[in-house]
């Protein structure tokens, strides 16, 4: 395996190939799969229970009895979420979300009573934020006012800004592309400039791809301002 740097200015090359199931890493490498389906096929596809637990638990027996995080987490200009996770990770899971501001509202002893907590704040805040809505909102800032009006309903232990290294002074592209300049990540999107247009990249989209060297020769759909 080759892992590739995403760092602000590397230069991507690449072109995609044919797509299949993305097979497995395993402490010994790559396994790959040949079946159609993609990005996993069924017998390379796996669940994470723990995601669709409401406080009871959906294992043979519980074993989340690590501290938990209760937290908000705030996606430009203005949808708001409410999750849990790990306390020793809540930085790196918020970052991996790609949230512009968070707060972490409460620590609790297991993940079966975070879970409980989460659910019964899902019934006024969602849970979930779609790839699509976070891209739409890649240029825009968050509503302070907003933001500050929800946080006046809790009284977070913490609070949290991130900064991901780029702005953006309009929306770009959506498009499935391994090649241009990078601007930076933000979450699983990848942003990229390429031809004079700026691309956001749901990496996800990317998996089992078979990658060529070279520049993609597919027409890509051009921003106006790559012909100013």
């Given at each position: 395996?080759e892992?590739?740097?995403?760092?602000?200015?590397?230069?991507?090359?690449?072109?995609?190939?044919?797509?299949?199931?993305?097979?497995?890493?395993?402490?010994?490498?790559?396994?790959?799969?040949?079946?159609?389906d993609?990005?996993?096929?069924?017998?390379?596809?796996?669940?994470?229970?723990?995601?669709r637990?409401?406080?009871?638990?959906?294992?043979?027996?519980?074993?989340?009895?690590?501290?938990?995080?209760?937290?908000?987490?705030?996606?430009?200009?203005?949808?708001f979420?409410?999750?849990?996770?790990?306390?020793?990770?809540?930085?790196?899971?918020?970052?991996?979300?790609?949230?512009?501001?968070?707060?972490?509202?409460?620590?609790v002893?297991?993940g079966?009573?975070?879970?409980?907590?989460?659910?019964?704040?899902?019934?006024?805040?969602?849970?979930?934020?779609?790839?699509?809505?976070?891209?739409?909102?890649?240029?825009?800032?968050?509503?302070?006012?907003?933001?500050?009006?929800?946080?006046?309903?809790?009284?977070?232990?913490?609070t949290?800004?991130?900064d991901?290294?780029?702005?953006?002074?309009?929306?770009?592209?959506?498009?499935?592309?391994?090649?241009?300049?990078?601007?930076?990540?933000?979450?699983?999107?990848?942003?990229?400039?390429?031809?004079?247009?700026?691309?956001?990249?749901?990496?996800?989209?990317?998996?089992?791809?078979?990658?060529?060297?070279?520049?993609?020769?597919?027409?890509?759909?051009?921003?106006?301002?790559?012909?100013?």
């Amino acid at each position: 395996m080759e892992y590739l740097s995403l760092d602000a200015g590397d230069e991507l090359t690449y072109r995609l190939d044919s797509r299949h199931c993305a097979g497995t890493i395993a402490d010994e490498g790559h396994y790959g799969c040949e079946n159609d389906d993609a990005p996993y096929c069924e017998y390379h596809r796996s669940t994470w229970v723990c995601a669709r637990c409401k406080g009871t638990c959906l294992k043979d027996e519980m074993d989340c009895f690590d501290d938990h995080a209760i937290y908000l987490a705030a996606f430009a200009p203005d949808v708001f979420k409410v999750g849990v996770t790990k306390e020793w990770r809540l930085d790196t899971r918020l970052r991996e979300q790609g949230a512009d501001r968070a707060a972490h509202l409460r620590t609790v002893e297991n993940g079966r009573i975070a879970r409980e907590l989460e659910s019964e704040l899902a019934r006024e805040l969602t849970d979930r934020v779609r790839v699509p809505t976070k891209q739409a909102g890649l240029h825009l800032r968050v509503d302070a006012e907003k933001w500050a009006s929800l946080l006046a309903e809790f009284d977070p232990f913490d609070t949290f800004e991130f900064d991901y290294g780029f702005s953006l002074d309009s929306r770009p592209m959506g498009e499935t592309m391994a090649a241009g300049r990078v601007v930076g990540t933000k979450g699983r999107l990848l942003v990229l400039d390429n031809a004079g247009t700026t691309y956001a990249v749901d990496m996800r989209d990317l998996v089992g791809y078979e990658l060529r060297e070279g520049d993609s020769d597919r027409n890509l759909q051009s921003s106006l301002g790559a012909f100013e």
